[in-house]
């Protein structure tokens, strides 16, 4: 999140210096080599050229700063929040810190954690008292990686201060930026937006999956039925099943949301909960259909060579982490199943250990017994695809069916 941000400010004049503790990312991105998606070598290559942009990992160099920027991750461990990176993060800008500075968190959190996590770390190592002496706000990333229309620019960015002073500092900053600021009235409101916005996302997959599970028992088409709900011009929202959630966001918000909840109120959030675990059994459901799909064809998992296409948990992107394909890999090795994979956007240090890759040919798809549709990936050839295979089993609707060997969730 942190280095998209970056170009931006670079282009609008900032100077920018992007503080990164991991020194390898420092490295590459001081060498012009981008590991962002998003952001172009090309990009990178200019801002470095226009003098204005300096990796480091090196705090110290941020003295005297105006403006400070966190985009720590925010992870789940043991499936409590995880705010070590932001305290970490602020424990090292508040010696930096000078009055008249401004401090934004944009990691993705639960309420409360500016004014009640970030701010008195900053005061603590600073001597200084916020909203007095400096600004501190929360703007929520709403980057969707991948996404050619809503980039950094074009998507609204909500923005808010602890203080009027903060909110001013902080919205003429980011106008300077994004198309468009929407203030909120305090950090609070912000951080809740955020978690709004993907607990929606993620209780409404979790509503198609559960679906699909029962129109494939009913005998219905689930993918015919949402494409003729979302004619409705109005009042409904179009959501399409998968194997699974995964990434950085959807596994991991709402849990912040459900934790603060039970934390604080002693309830059980209890959408999120049933979302959790509808959406982290797809890949169990994706598996079971494996062994029906393959009974059809009077197989057993066992022994069969199954092709994976796509292990990235998004289409179009290498991003694997916290992806549906990991589990569904380990529940069909489990089954005595000789697993392979192919994923054209995956880098090979984030391949699956132990796993083949192999290229999506006409060969590969004919020699395997079973071919999962994980990710519908532009890159592959779906026609070919279901040409060559013996039989697919279609987690995304992608592969038209052509025969009676393709399958859906
Ligand atoms: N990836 C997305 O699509 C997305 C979208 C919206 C919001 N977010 C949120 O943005 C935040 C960052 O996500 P990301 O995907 O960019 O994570 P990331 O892991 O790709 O990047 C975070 C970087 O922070 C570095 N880091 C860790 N501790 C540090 C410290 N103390 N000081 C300096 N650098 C440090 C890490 O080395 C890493 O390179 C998270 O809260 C995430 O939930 C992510």
Same mark, same amino acid.
């Given at each position: 999140m942190g280095l998209p941000l970056a170009m931006r400010a670079v282009e609008v004049g900032y100077h920018v210096l992007g503080i990164d503790l991991d020194s390898t990312r420092a490295e590459s991105l001081a060498a012009g080599?981008?590991?962002?998606?998003?952001?172009?070598s090309e990009e990178l290559q200019r801002a470095l050229k226009s003098g204005r942009f300096q990796p480091t990992?090196?705090?110290?160099?941020?003295?005297?700063?105006d403006i400070a920027v966190i985009t720590v991750p925010t992870p789940l461990r043991d499936t409590l929040p995880d705010l070590s990176f932001i305290e970490a993060s602020a424990s090292s800008i508040a010696p930096m810190l000078t009055k008249g500075a401004t401090v934004v968190l944009e990691s993705?959190?639960?309420? @409360?954690t500016t004014e009640e996590v970030l701010v008195p770390l900053l005061e603590e190592g600073s001597g200084l008292i916020g909203g007095r002496d400096f600004h501190v706000g929360y703007s929520p990333e709403r980057i969707d990686p991948g996404n050619k229309v809503w980039g950094f620019v074009e998507t609204p960015k909500i923005v808010s201060g602890i203080d009027s002073t903060s909110l001013t500092k902080i919205k003429a900053f980011y106008d300077k930026l994004v198309r468009k600021t929407v203030p909120v009235r305090s950090p609070k409101e912000a951080e809740l937006a955020k978690l709004l916005e993907n607990t929606f996302r993620h209780v409404n997959i979790a509503l198609v999956n559960e679906l699909a599970i029962f129109a494939n028992q009913l005998g219905v088409n689930v993918w015919d039925s949402i494409d003729a709900a979302a004619?409705?011009?109005? @009042?409904f929202m179009k959501f399409t099943p998968g194997p699974g959630v995964g990434g950085h966001c959807l596994p991991v918000d709402p849990s912040y949301l459900s934790w603060q909840v039970r934390r604080?109120? @002693?309830?059980?959030?209890r959408f999120v909960e049933l979302a959790n675990d509808v959406n982290d059994h797809m890949p169990d459901y994706v598996v079971q259909r494996s062994i029906e799909v393959l009974n059809d064809q009077s197989?057993?998992?066992?022994g069969s060579r199954v092709l994976l296409a @796509?292990?990235?948990?998004?289409?179009?992107?290498g991003d694997n982490r916290e992806a549906p394909a990991a589990r569904i890999i380990e529940l069909l090795t489990g089954y005595g199943a000789r697993v392979v994979a192919t994923d054209p956007h995956v880098p090979e240090a984030q391949w699956p250990k132990g796993i083949e890759r192999v290229s999506l040919s006409p060969d590969e798809v004919a020699a395997s017994d079973l071919v999962i549709l994980v990710t519908d990936h532009d890159a592959f050839d779906y026609p070919m695809l279901a040409k060559n295979a013996k039989t697919v089993l279609d987690t995304r609707n992608r592969?038209?069916?052509?025969?009676?060997?393709v399958y859906t969730l």
């Open positions: 080599i981008s590991y962002v998606e998003d952001v172009s990992t090196e705090y110290a160099q941020a003295e005297g700063f993705t959190t639960y309420p @409360g004619t409705k011009p109005f @009042g604080t109120l @002693g309830q059980t959030f197989k057993s998992l066992r @796509g292990v990235s948990y998004k289409k179009n992107t592969v038209k069916k052509s025969s009676e060997t």
